[in-house]
């Protein structure tokens, strides 16, 4: 792929996949598709969920609350997940079957103990940039794919601010898989559409 293409790969760690915290249905059939498209990218990146052990997204840091329910926090809604990539664990290490040796950085998602990430380029309070957007403008990246875990949340929202950030966005919908709880699918899709993210399929690319 064009040098002034991107793949960005998220989330294809243990405990988003069968077995694992917060497992997304069906997750481990993208790995194969994705380690295929990588294969055809000159410029790589990965996104790893990195969470500290409190961190304010788990529903065990909220008494009385459980994983998927929503709270407010000084940011906006929250969903409360289980807990799930935390630092140094077995469940945050990508999945042994990802083969994608030539990718070029890892964007850890999710460190900060006060704020959710689930965006590549902004953490969950809409103010805090990860870099990645400058990083992308100053390698002349024009053009960014998205794909991995979870279509509708790291993915679309990635692929929302990578759009609204200037890059031409396309999200690899048979590269990805949701998790799809209270009807995020369906909207992360309509947002998408709205935003003019485009949606492809990996036999296109």
Same mark, same amino acid.
């Given at each position: 792929m064009n040098t002034d293409?991107?793949?960005?790969?998220?989330?294809?760690?243990?405990?988003?996949?069968?077995?694992? !915290?917060? +497992? =997304?249905? *069906?997750?481990?059939?993208?790995?194969?598709?994705?380690?295929?498209?990588?294969?055809?990218?000159?410029?790589?990146?990965?996104t790893q969920d990195w969470h500290p052990p409190n961190h304010i997204s788990f529903a065990s840091r909220h008494p009385g609350s459980k994983p998927y329910d929503t709270i407010d926090l000084p940011y906006g809604p929250q969903i409360l997940w289980p807990d799930h990539?935390?630092?140094?664990?077995?469940?945050?290490?990508?999945?042994?079957?990802?083969?994608?040796?030539? !990718?070029? +950085? =890892?964007? *850890?998602?999710?460190?900060?103990?006060?704020?959710?990430s689930y965006s590549a380029l902004l953490e969950a309070d809409r103010r805090t940039p990860t870099g990645l957007a400058g990083m992308l403008r100053e390698r002349g990246i024009r053009r960014v794919y998205c794909c991995g875990l979870a279509t509708d949340f790291c993915v679309a929202w990635s692929a929302l601010d990578a759009q609204a950030a200037g890059f031409e966005t396309y999200v690899i919908e048979d590269a990805c898989r949701a998790i799809d709880t209270g009807g995020s699918l369906d909207a992360a899709r309509r947002d998408l559409a709205a935003a003019g993210v485009r949606v492809t399929g990996s036999d296109r690319i």
């Open positions: 293409s991107v793949l960005l790969v998220m989330d294809v760690q243990n405990d988003f996949l069968p077995g694992g !915290a917060l +497992a =997304v249905p *069906r997750g481990d059939e993208v790995v194969p598709i994705v380690n295929r498209l990588a294969a055809r990218f000159d410029n790589v990146i990965l990539c935390v630092q140094g664990s077995r469940g945050a290490e990508f999945h042994a079957a990802l083969a994608i040796e030539q !990718a070029q +950085a =890892v964007i *850890r998602k999710g460190y900060h103990a006060h704020t959710d």
